[in-house]
């Protein structure tokens, strides 16, 4: 046994040695111990009946700093690193594969196998533990492709012709590429004292109900490798500081505010002074959404700001021009039939620039070199001067579009799927902001209505692109003013912006010159992948707005034990 | 365990337990001005006013690693702080608890989350603990006033079978536990995993494998407003070694083995875990050559650590009692059917052999030299002690907390987390065998039943410690979950093997054990005088219902589960005259198409 003890201690350091060697040589041990797998795999398979006609590996990496605070003081602080493995393994060919979508029957079926190719990687780079995960991961999820692809033909052969005939896969270009590992730039102990700072205001109200801000700085280093020879090794630190805090009406509706700061560097989040002159304003706000009153259900002309307008068209266009939604038969498929057909006012254009890292001073999240699926990064213009031209495309064709425009993305160890980077609307014909709003009460006149709306500030929204369930969206504003005719605004509260794609689309008047950028994050069904949305402020000559949910819980019983203020 | 505490000192009523609870501590001052406050001052409109408020506080402090083949998979150390509020309205008699209504409290609050609970500040800030106590007791009364409400709503249209207290009272108590805790070293542990678990790369016939360290602290601070206070300290370290394949005909073979311990001093020298990392890699690689096990209906002997996992998944869970709740609706009422414990009726009923007796003693700390964990204080505040379940094979009481049940009017200071569970059981036998006579009676037995060999199981998994360790073991232990045969779970044999009368055993493989339940218990023909000593994963009865039906809500039942809880067993080899073994049916996936990587290019 003690033998043994040795023999191991000696392997392990064998191993260290052989990675510290592997880096002075600016190669990347990850990328060849999953060239190696790869090369093996595939000659494993070769003899086999079913053999696969493409596998690909990535390997992603989260190295994650989090901090939080609430009212001045650290609720949590911690440091995580770990990979995890999505393995792409297909037999068929690239017209008909065992990805082939599964029609009618029960929806969960195509799910099956969901994790298959899934594993924890070791976060040493150690090619013997990496290539062992992958060398599991693989056999599992060869055996289930071969599965697939008996259930695809059959269920092929009984259905009726599909709607959309493109292939299953596309051909893409050989990638090769290798950038070094970040690393995170930034110290807990520092951080943690900032947080504090920055949450210490909210703390002097008793009438604030939750308060946090969270850092998060991330390194997110991906490894691709494929059978078509490509091989991609990215890293990219982001810096994430997001402000949060509560109140309540007195009739109980729940009054939110946020705030969030992104960065590709430490140096790029704001300094301590902006940061807390934005908690200032949060405070300010949440005392002010505390006095206005409730907006009543409206439909009128409205101005939404650049971010609002930034998220609208994330939620109301970009889910809608997602390529591989317009394939998949339960999807409601709104642009499909429309190319080369007008969908925006012909001063407008859409496109998507995932090459695009900064933007007027900001740094724009949906900012990559290469997809998560090995496909280099470039602009792509969805819509030219209102006309619709191309969708946005992973390796998953459709008809018509053939290749991927490389916006294949996933979160972490999920399979990727078409999906947004930097959406940005441009206008060629800016209005200064003040033009606008003469512009809405003109519209407000036109329409005989007492106000017409702005919408200042958003948190965030949702949309629903499935056939099954009205197709619709909702974007939660924040800040909503009411803009009277004799232009005086007045702050409101309590409602949901609503409505329907085409119909709001097609209500879109005119924008200003005040581009703004909102940076988030999205969800769907390839998990969460960091966009950006970067547009003017629009004038619409009608929105619709809801009642949103509200709590019937009333405030606190008791006042606040610390003699807090309750808002003036 | 749960909790370990070598040499803690037990002070009842004042004395210098206040070790923490200085006035100085802001923590502390918090909780006695909030609770204060709110006895007497928390109450809406003409609704009663709070009669019982319990606060506490867990700072909980974990560290991780886990490696595969040499390589550290992930490694952390986390820190947080749990604030629990359990509030009352109403009287001992009848209150809130004990009933599953329509949820209460009003629907899309963003206050819910504190209701119940809070994450609290890691800052020892006065302020802001007093902050998340008003908030959370806040929540807690109005949810409180609510299901008060309608549980007298309910019960306008139901008869009540039979009137318990909903709360017993208990002599309040003001105890320290707290012993020091060793500090957590996180490069330690993760040396050690990426050494042991380098130890499979010598087999690879084993395709799968890791070691998985974690280890930390649960500080616990409370306070009730019957005077009750503790502070206890609950470390614990596990270490799990755990790895899987598939036998040469495709059956996925697994097979995890945990050690406990409070701290690492605690825990086998670095060379015995890593003879168990071995021993498990050789058995499973001969296992995969092993014909898969055939019916056998028979005596079958238990041996300590298969009959400590038996009882622990088939017996003990009937040694707790829980409370049936009322419900609301029909529904609710047929699940919380499920909730009572048959062993309620059996109280003085024999339920075990006549030479067996078992107590519980969360006081223990270790039995002939091996470490089990335990506490000196349960959740309620009330002083742990010993309790006698089974007197010569006769039931005598179950373990309980506040909650009173049928037969039961007080605690027995087993809380831990919302329900009551198994602390440390101790089984203890008159006039056992030697290991030796156990053997020879089983081949007897085997004999008189025409069997041409007999079968021992030494090891019974704990398909919840598998589950966490491999994805395709959690989907095999889902599998597990229903067993139509018998009203027992269905169990895994680890390790067993056939014992013919020449003395000489064949192992067996993927045996399922069946046609254990707990009344079977009472049959066990014999039982040995060694005892191991064995911890293990424990899920009572009815804790679910205990978190949603306790004054606490759901929050309080799902943080003390995060943490999860295992109880220790001091248990002799069993033989149990009946028992089903035999192999699993159904397809096979098949074998990997090619050996793994590392056996071709490994160094060794």
């Keep these: 046994m003690r033998t043994t003890g040795r023999g191991l201690a000696l392997l392990l350091c064998a191993g260290v040695a052989v990675s510290a060697r592997a880096q002075a040589r600016a190669t990347s041990p990850v990328l060849d111990a999953m060239r190696t797998e790869l090369t093996r795999s595939l000659g494993t398979f070769k ?35 770990h990979r995890a493995l999505d393995v792409d393994l297909r037999v068929g060919d690239y017209r008909f594969d065992n990805t082939h979508p599964l029609r009618g029957g029960f929806p969960g079926r195509a799910f ?55 292939p299953d896969f ?101 300094s301590d002074h902006a940061v807390l002159a934005a908690v200032q304003k949060m405070i300010d706000d949440l005392h002010a959404l505390r006095r206005a009153p409730v907006l009543e259900p409206y439909t009128g002309p409205a101005i939404l700001s650049g971010r609002a307008s930034a998220v609208f068209f994330h939620e109301v266009f970009g889910h809608r021009v997602e390529g591989h939604r317009q394939k998949l038969g339960l999807e409601g498929q709104t642009f499909k039939k429309k190319v080369n057909e007008s969908v925006l006012p012909a001063e407008f254009s859409v496109y998507f620039d995932p090459t695009l890292r900064r933007l007027g001073g900001t740094d ?40 991927s425009n490389g916006h294949g993305r996933a979160q972490l160890g999920l399979t990727p799927v078409a999906r947004q980077s930097n959406l940005v609307v441009e206008t060629a014909q800016p209005h200064s902001q003040a033009e606008l709003k003469r512009m809405l009460i003109d519209e407000i006149k036109r329409e005989n209505k007492p106000y017409g709306l702005l919408f200042d500030d958003i948190e965030g929204g949702f949309t629903i692109t499935m056939r099954f369930i009205p197709n619709a969206f909702n974007v939660m504003p924040v800040m909503v003013y009411r803009v009277y005719p004799d232009g005086r605004e007045e702050l409101v509260r309590g409602v949901d912006f609503i409505g329907t794609p085409l119909t709001t689309f097609s209500k879109i008047v005119a924008a200003d010159d005040h581009v703004a950028v909102f940076n988030g994050m999205c969800g769907a069904e390839s998990g969460w992948v960091p966009v950006s949305a970067v547009s003017p402020g629009l004038l619409v000559s009608q929105v619709e707005v809801q009642k949103k949910l509200k709590s019937g819980e009333r405030p606190p019983i008791l006042p606040p034990p610390f003699g807090g203020a309750v808002t003036p | ?21 200085t006035p100085q501590d802001p923590l502390d001052r918090a909780m006695r001005d909030e609770l204060a406050r709110s006895m007497t001052e928390l109450r809406l409109d003409t609704l009663p006013k709070p009669y019982f408020v319990a606060y506490r506080i867990d700072d909980i402090e974990t560290t991780e690693a886990a490696a595969s083949l040499g390589s550290l998979l992930s490694g952390s150390d986390t820190r947080t702080r749990h604030l629990r509020v359990e509030l009352r309205v109403g009287d001992y008699e009848f209150d809130n608890t004990n009933f599953i209504g329509m ?19 890691l800052d020892d800030q006065y302020q802001e603990i007093r902050r998340q106590l008003w908030l959370a007791t806040d929540g807690a009364y109005k949810r409180a006033v609510e299901q008060l409400a309608q549980k007298r709503a309910a019960l306008q249209n139901q008869t009540r079978a039979e009137h318990l207290p909903d709360f017993a009272k208990e002599p309040p108590a003001v105890l320290s536990d707290v012993v020091p805790a060793p500090p957590l070293d996180r490069a330690a542990a993760e040396a050690l995993v990426r050494g042991l678990s380098a130890a499979f790369r010598a087999f690879p016939e084993v395709y799968s494998s890791g070691v998985s360290w974690s280890a930390g602290v649960v500080r616990t601070r409370y306070l009730n407003s019957e005077g009750s206070a503790f502070t206890r300290s609950s470390p614990w370290l596990e270490v799990r070694i755990h790895a899987a394949t598939q036998a040469v005909d495709g059956m996925p073979l697994g097979d995890v083995v945990t050690l406990y311990g409070g701290s690492p001093t605690d825990l086998p020298a670095r060379n015995q875990l890593m003879d168990s990392v071995q021993a498990l890699a050789t058995r499973l690689t001969r296992l995969r050559q092993t014909p898969v096990a055939e019916v056998y209906n028979g005596p079958v002997l238990f041996e300590g650590d298969a009959a400590a996992e038996l009882f622990n998944q088939v017996f003990a869970p009937r040694l707790v009692a829980a409370r049936r709740p009322m419900a609301g609706n029909p529904m609710m009422e047929q699940y919380a059917a499920r909730a009572e414990n048959p062993f309620l009726d059996q109280i ?76 440390n059981l101790v089984v203890s036998v008159d006039s056992g065998a030697t290991d030796q006579a156990l053997r020879a009676e089983l081949l007897k037995r085997a004999a008189a039943r025409g069997r041409p ?27 597990d979950m229903g067993d139509d045969e018998s009203d027992g779970p269905a169990l895994r044999a680890a390790v067993a093997v056939k014992l013919f009368p020449d003395g000489h055993e064949e192992p067996i493989r993927n045996a399922g054990v069946s046609g254990v339940t707990a009344a079977s218990f009472k049959d066990i023909v014999a039982a040995s005088r060694s005892r191991t000593v064995y911890t293990s994963p424990f899920h009572g009865l009815g804790g679910m219902f205990a978190g949603l039906a306790g004054g606490g809500g759901l929050n309080f039942q799902m943080a003390s589960a995060g943490l999860g809880y295992a109880a220790s067993y001091v248990m002799p080899s069993l033989l149990f005259e009946d028992v089903t073994v035999k192999g699993p049916n159904g397809d096979l996936p098949k074998p990997p198409l090619s050996g793994p990587p590392w056996a071709a290019s490994s160094p060794r």
Excluded at chain 1, 126 to 131: F, H, L, Q, S, V
Excluded at chain 2, 8 to 14: E, F, G, K, Q, T
């Design chain 1, 112 to 166: 099956m196998g969901f994790g298959e190719g899934m594993a924890q990687i070791p976060v040493d780079d150690d090619p013997g533990a990496i290539r062992a995960a992958l060398w599991y991961a693989t056999d599992r999820k060869y055996k289930r492709a071969v599965e697939q692809l008996t259930w695809v033909k059959t269920n092929a052969a009984v259905g009726v012709a599909a709607e959309d005939t493109a």
């Design chain 2, 103 to 121: 949820g209460g409290g009003p629907a899309f609050s963003m206050l819910a989350g504190v209701r119940g609970g809070a994450l609290l500040p």
């Design chain 2, 453 to 479: 060999y007999a079968v021992i199981v030494r090891r019974i998994a704990n398909s919840g410690a598998l589950a966490m360790s491999d994805p395709m073991e959690f989907l095999a232990a889902m599998g």
């Design chain 2, 348 to 423: 003085g009923g024999r339920v075990l052999p006549t030479f067996l007796s078992a107590v519980d003693n969360p006081t223990l700390t270790s039995f002939e030299g091996r470490y089990i964990g335990g506490y000196r204080v349960d959740d309620d505040g009330v002083a742990a002690r010993e309790t006698r379940l089974v007197d010569h094979g006769i039931l005598k009481t179950l373990l309980s907390t506040r909650v009173p049940v049928r037969g039961i009017p007080h605690s027995t200071g087993n809380r831990w987390g919302a329900a009551a569970v198994v602390s």
């Design chain 1, 170 to 270: 596309s051909a893409e270009q050989r990638e090769t590429f290798t950038e070094p590992v970040a690393r995170i730039g930034v110290d807990r102990r520092v951080w943690e004292d900032k947080i504090r700072r920055y949450t210490a205001p909210f703390a002097r109200y008793g009438d604030i109900y939750e308060a946090e801000a969270v850092l998060i700085a991330e390194v997110d280093s991906r490894w691709y490798v494929n059978s078509e020879g490509t091989e991609v090794q990215t890293s990219q630190p982001i810096y994430r500081l997001y402000l949060s805090a509560f109140s309540k009406a007195d009739d109980g509706m729940e009054l939110p505010r946020y705030e969030s700061f992104w960065a590709f560097t430490p140096e790029g989040l704001p």
């Design chain 1, 364 to 403: 724009l999240a949906g900012f990559y070199r290469y997809d998560d699926e090995g496909v280099k990064a470039r602009r792509v213009a969805v819509v030219d001067h209102g006309i619709l031209k191309t969708f946005l495309m992973a390796r998953s064709p459709i008809e018509g579009f053939a290749s």
């Design chain 2, 1 to 21: 365990m749960g909790a370990a505490l070598a040499g803690a000192a037990l002070c009842v009523a004042a004395a210098a337990g206040a070790q923490q609870q």
């Design chain 1, 47 to 81: 003899g086999q009946p079913t053999a696969p006609y493409f596998l690909s590996y990535e390997i992603t990496e989260a190295h994650t700093v989090n901090v939080a605070g609430s009212f001045g003081a650290i609720t949590q602080s911690s440091e995580h690193r």
